[in-house]
Nanobody
């Protein structure tokens, strides 16, 4: 089982990038619910939740990316996306794809955004560099 990201790279401030994450080896629809998300880590900083999406497409965003980033999923392809627009230099960092699986009840996307330790599985993270 693995989460494999792609799509990182370098871009000028104001530009756009799209990250993808293929989730393999996990039967997502075998769980009561799940949350998929993106977490980033800037150099010298702790990891922070960026965007979360639940099975029912409920989405939650960090205030710093609202209106600029969009999370989506393609359930048929077991793939998670993060469309990033109007990028700023402070958006630079490692971006990790992560998943939380729920046996009973719903996944609280707000809770997961604030408590990224709740994720069960992580990808390796592509680097995103935004130049001024």
């Amino acid at each position: 089982a693995a989460l494999v990201e792609s799509g990182g790279g370098s871009v000028q401030a104001g530009g756009s990038l799209r990250l993808s994450c293929v989730i393999s080896g996990y039967f997502l629809h075998g769980y009561s619910d799940y949350c998929l998300g993106w977490v980033r880590q800037a150099p010298g900083s702790e990891r922070e939740g960026v965007a979360i999406i639940a099975h029912d497409d409920t989405m939650t965003y960090a205030d710093s990316v609202k209106g600029r980033f969009s999370i989506s999923q393609d359930s048929a392809k077991n793939t998670l996306y993060l469309q990033m627009s109007k990028l700023r230099t402070e958006d630079s960092g490692m971006y990790y794809c992560a998943a939380r699986f729920i046996e009973e009840g719903p996944c609280d996307s707000d809770d997961v955004l604030e408590n990224i330790g709740l994720f069960h599985a992580w990808g390796q993270g592509p680097q995103v560099n935004v130049a001024s």
